[in-house]
């Protein structure tokens, strides 16, 4: 009798053996995933606010260090300019997901693509987060010699997403908005030089008209707004809130002007201060014409890209 041979007998593979296989040497394409997913959740919670954290913050670093004379060398030039980028993405970071945490409902409604309302995060994960990026935020800033300036913003973070800080256009944008932009302006000139009285002046100056005209926000965000309780002036005023604003917003260069906001003795400051003027007068007319929700975003990009031209004037023309 002819005795065939049994094939050996194979055992099946199993989830673990599948993800040994895919992880490779040391778990490297593991390693590699993870980072993937922090920098797409990252750019989740924070890609519409660089404008008014890391565009701004960086020019006024800069700005900071052409007023120092000497000129100091490249090698500090990029020391410091790369602390500043690195700090203000992680500034931007830690209130985006204390805000986005305590907004989840009205997010639905006016960004329903954000990390938590999407369910890319779970609200353990984002809270996680926000503990870590806030402790490296103060240790950046205490290593840096700019750590009041980072305790303000974390305060303020605390106030308008958990006590209620955000429930009236007083505070939400008068407040927050003003003191917010001092505390990007005050660590982004402080990580490269002492900031002098006329300085001050020039902070100042912009915070304040920054919180006044910033209810432009709150445009597109009606209906998440009463969703959550908020009282801002878009809700309060109804129609006649356009007009009130626009009329503000055109108002303030001569404001900026008999102050003296700008302060450079350059000749084509004028150019400088002639174009932002232009750029006021079209907010105006778009917080008057605009009429959807994506109109109204774009607004306040504009707003934005108008701080941002305010801060590349003492950057330009030190």
Same mark, same amino acid.
Not at 12 to 33: C, H, N, Q, R, Y
Not at 235 to 249: E, K, N, P, Q, T
């Given at each position: ?202 902070? #100042?100056?912009? =915070?304040?008209?920054?919180? @006044?005209? $910033? +209810? *432009? ?5 009606? &209906? /998440?707004? %009463? ?8 809700? #309060?005023?109804? =129609?006649?809130?356009?007009? @009130?604003? $626009? +009329? *503000? ?5 001569? &404001? /900026?002007? %008999? ?8 000749? #084509? ?50």
């Amino acid at each position: 009798m002819v005795q065939t041979q049994q094939p050996a007998a194979q055992h099946p593979t199993t989830k673990t053996d599948d993800d040994e296989a895919a992880a490779g040497i040391l778990g490297v394409s593991f390693l590699s995933d993870a980072i993937l997913n922090e920098l797409l959740v990252f750019w989740g919670f924070t890609w519409r606010d660089f404008s008014m954290s890391v565009i701004p913050g960086s020019m006024y670093t800069l700005a900071a260090l052409r007023s120092l004379s000497p000129t100091p060398p490249a090698a500090v030039f990029l020391t410091t300019l790369t602390r500043s980028i690195l700090y203000f993405l992680i500034f931007i970071y830690a209130f985006d997901l204390a805000n986005q945490i305590n907004g989840v409902a009205e997010d639905r409604i006016n960004k329903p693509d954000r990390p938590l309302s999407s369910g890319l995060v779970t609200l353990k994960g984002a809270y996680v987060r926000w503990y870590l990026t806030t402790g490296l935020l103060l240790g950046m800033a205490y290593a840096w010699g700019i750590p009041q300036w980072a305790a303000m913003w974390v305060v303020l973070t605390v106030y308008t997403s958990w006590c209620g800080g955000d429930k009236h256009w007083t505070t939400k944008n008068l407040l927050f908005m003003s003191v917010g932009s001092l505390s990007i302006l005050t660590a982004a000139w402080g990580l490269a030089a002492p900031i002098t009285p006329r300085v001050w002046r020039s902070m #100042l100056q912009l =915070s304040a008209m920054f919180g @006044v005209v $910033a +209810s *432009v926000q709150d445009m597109r965000d009606a &209906a /998440g707004d %009463k969703v959550a309780g908020r009282r801002t002036l878009p809700i #309060l005023l109804g =129609s006649s809130f356009r007009w @009130v604003m $626009a +009329s *503000v917003i055109a108002l303030a260069p001569v &404001a /900026g002007w %008999k102050l003296g906001f700008i302060y450079s003795t350059s000749e #084509l400051v004028g150019v400088c201060g002639a174009a932002l003027t232009m750029a006021m007068f079209y907010l105006a007319y778009r917080v008057v014409v605009g009429n959807d929700k994506k109109y109204h975003h774009g607004t306040y990009m504009v707003l934005t890209y108008i701080y941002c031209g305010c801060v590349a004037v003492p950057m330009l023309f030190p």
